[in-house]
């Protein structure tokens, strides 16, 4: 008899819905996985079950009156959905993976929060994160590492690595995350599920710490495509005082319903090679590309081999944003000496860029947006490029990071991630599609982009990939 975790969040929400399932049920169950499993996945930095219990019995009461009265419910209600601790909930902790906000508690909610509680959603507690989400692993000073349940001795990946870890280990269906660099589509990839990085604006990132780059955006991990587009409607929308606004859907479309939608015959473009110099790719994320090509052609899509010039102008633009970034991080002065020392490298190089070269990093991203968006639009340009999400399999705990000289661990973090921050600069949605596992049984992610404002398009093609090679039964043994 399948467990409550089996369940996907849309199979949840409809049990809510039809008084099969109740929301308290459904908390207490992810309450206890929690409390038997996160000290071994490092998944959360804050655990919230009072908080939890309080919305599941609203969530339970307002279900039981919209069935009294012939009410629709929104599509996640009385569903478990952790928030990424970088982003505020108000009255609780948010540390941002560092000791020097360890007692932060903020007054007001994140605009992608607000949307969860009128959504119904339940707050299980803040996932992991490392220090301000900078590197592409989850390891900070508050907590243990997450870990990819598919093997405990490697990372979960970053910075969204609590939100993979929780939800590839069933402690719950969805969960929210955020990425500035790769940081849903990382973990994805490393932890075997599907997870959007959607279009520069389809999310509100007020009303506080807006990101001025662009880089950065909220978004979903799941283990299905349908459960990953039902998050993005309810975290989907633009807020007053946003500075971008991605295309709207037709009036009554969501994209959920896209992911029961045929995508059409695709032109689709496939790059093997790292766009940055130097980087070497592995056979098994090769192997994990070609072999999805061939998947994608046998589906009757046109699959072209693309190429596209190393280009060191792109990665020293980005490394002078995102330092900027992470010197722009709200530390009290007297939490700078508890950063980490990846942190204070970034901020210190971050304090030296100019203004004026900072202007030309910007500038440098959208002349790729300009040179890209030229290359997908029709006629003759591509609907989708496909590639590998990571150049490597998934790392070893400890692995990537290197404490004693941090501009080395920089650069082995863009070795490792050379292909996911591309589509941050351009502000184009991009997913992670966990369709190949490698000879030792570790997932080892593809990445789909599109034209700046079709998620519609990714969503359709990767659950075209789903229906055609399933993923989701695919369980690791702590499951």
């Not at 000290?39 to 919305?55: E, I, N, S, V």
């Not at 695709?266 to 999805?292: K, N, Y």
């Not at 700078?336 to 970034?346: F, G, H, K, Q, S």
Request: charged share 20%; aromatic share 4%.
């Amino acid at each position: 008899m399948a467990d409550l975790h089996d369940l996907t969040a849309l199979e949840q929400a409809q049990g809510i819905r039809s008084g099969e399932l109740s929301p308290v049920e459904l908390t207490e169950h992810y309450l206890a996985r929690i409390e038997r499993l996160d000290d071994t996945l490092g998944a959360f930095l804050t655990r919230t079950p009072d908080l939890a219990r309080k919305q599941a019995t609203d969530a339970e009461s307002e279900a039981i009156a919209a069935r009294r009265e012939g009410r629709e419910l929104p599509p996640l209600h009385g569903v478990p959905v952790p928030v990424k601790d970088l982003s505020q909930v108000a009255g609780v902790r948010c540390t941002m993976g560092s000791r020097a906000l360890a007692d932060h508690v903020p007054a007001v909610d994140d605009h992608v929060v607000g949307k969860l509680r009128a959504g119904g959603t339940i707050l299980l507690g803040k996932t992991n994160t490392p220090e301000f989400g900078l590197p592409c692993y989850t390891e900070n000073e508050l907590a243990p590492p997450a870990r990819t349940p598919w093997d405990l001795a490697r990372s979960a990946g970053g910075s969204s690595g609590g939100a993979a870890a929780t939800v590839a280990a069933g402690l719950a269906p969805v969960a929210h995350a955020t990425d500035g660099g790769g940081s849903i589509r990382i973990p994805a990839s490393v932890c075997g599920l599907f997870g959007i990085k959607p279009s520069r604006g389809r999310i509100s990132g007020g009303p506080l710490l807006h990101d001025i780059s662009g880089l950065a955006t909220s978004g979903p991990l799941a283990r299905t495509v349908a459960d990953a587009a039902t998050l993005l409607d309810v975290l989907a929308g633009a807020m007053p005082g946003d500075p971008f606004a991605a295309p709207a859907l037709p009036p009554g479309e969501t994209f959920a319903e896209h992911a029961r939608r045929d995508p059409g015959r695709l032109r689709i473009a496939c790059l093997t090679g790292a766009p940055v110099p130097g980087t070497e790719v592995h056979a098994d994320c090769r192997t994990a590309t070609t072999d999805t090509a061939a998947l994608l052609t046998g589906l009757g899509h046109e699959v072209e081999e693309l190429s596209l010039p190393a280009d060191d102008g792109i990665l020293l633009a980005f490394t002078r944003v995102w330092s900027v970034l992470a010197a722009s991080r709200p530390v009290p002065p007297e939490g700078e000496e508890l950063l980490m020392p990846l942190t204070r490298y970034l901020r210190d190089r971050g304090a030296e860029v100019s203004g004026t070269d900072f202007a030309r990093s910007m500038y440098a991203f959208r002349m790729l947006s300009q040179t890209l968006a030229d290359g997908l639009m029709p006629p003759g340009g591509y609907d989708v490029i496909l590639s590998p999400t990571l150049a490597a399999p998934p790392a070893e705990v400890g692995a990537l990071r290197d404490d004693a000289d941090p501009q080395a661990e920089f650069a082995a973090i863009g070795a490792f991630s050379p292909f996911t921050a591309l589509y941050n600069a351009t502000g184009q949605p991009a997913v992670n599609v966990p369709v190949q596992w490698n000879a030792e049984g570790l997932p080892i992610g593809v990445m789909l982009a599109g034209r700046y404002g079709d998620e519609a398009t990714l969503i359709a093609l990767s659950a075209q990939l789903e229906q055609a090679r399933p993923w989701a039964g695919r369980t690791p043994s702590m499951w």
